[in-house]
């Protein structure tokens, strides 16, 4: 059973990873959820260019607007804390 729990897990974040690859090509930011460390309203946008900022979504979350820029230090520790660091 662990195995295919892990073949499962490995598979989705496979598949995040290349959802990630496909915005990035595609000129597009890819969104990073904040899990319990941004307001709710919020969350990580991660930019081709490699910058990440907080952006924070209207009420109908059919659009954002900027809240600040993370500096490099911050940026490493969200690669980091997300696995993003290779990808």
């Known amino acids: 059973m662990p195995t295919i729990t892990y073949n499962f ?3 989705v974040g496979q598949s995040i990873m290349m959802l ?6 595609a000129g597009f930011p890819f969104m990073i959820e904040g899990k319990g460390e941004l ?3 919020q969350a990580y946008m991660e930019y081709p260019d490699g910058h990440i900022e ?13 809240v600040r820029k ?4 911050e940026v490493a520790v969200i690669r980091s ?6 990808a």
């Open 81 to 86: 804390k997300y696995h993003l660091e290779d």
């Open 54 to 66: 907080i952006v924070e979504f209207s009420n109908d979350f059919r659009d954002y607007s900027f």
């Open 9 to 11: 897990d490995k598979r």
């Open 39 to 41: 307001l709710l309203n």
């Open 20 to 25: 990630r690859q496909q915005k990035h090509l």
């Open 70 to 73: 993370l500096n490099n230090a």
